[in-house]
């Protein structure tokens, strides 16, 4: 197989970007929720349609995040050894 052929060191010491990417995750999840409800505020207040536009595009980023959150939480999970054994 190709992948068992390959040269170099990156297969031994690569390493994970997944707390980089959970670190961008909350903050992409906490602004995206905060801008979500300033943008959701506008919109009731001043009737402008570009507001409800600016509120669903942050929600959407929000939601986003927070998906990648449970995939990086399910990631780190299955990597972890399990220490206990069921009787």
């Known amino acids: 197989m190709w992948l ?3 040269e170099g060191t990156e297969p031994v010491t ?6 980089v990417r959970r670190v961008l995750s909350i903050i992409a999840l906490v602004l995206g929720v905060v801008a979500a409800v300033f943008f959701t505020v506008q919109a009731m207040r001043t009737g402008e349609q570009v ?4 509120a669903a595009i942050a929600a959407a980023v929000a939601v986003v995040a927070a998906i990648d959150l ?5 990631r ?3 990597r972890r050894p399990k220490t ?3 009787r």
């Open 4 to 6: 068992r052929d390959r």
């Open 14 to 19: 690569a390493r994970s970007a997944l707390g």
């Open 51 to 54: 507001w409800v536009w600016e």
């Open 70 to 74: 449970l995939i990086i939480r399910h």
């Open 76 to 78: 780190r999970a299955s």
């Open 84 to 86: 206990h054994q069921h």
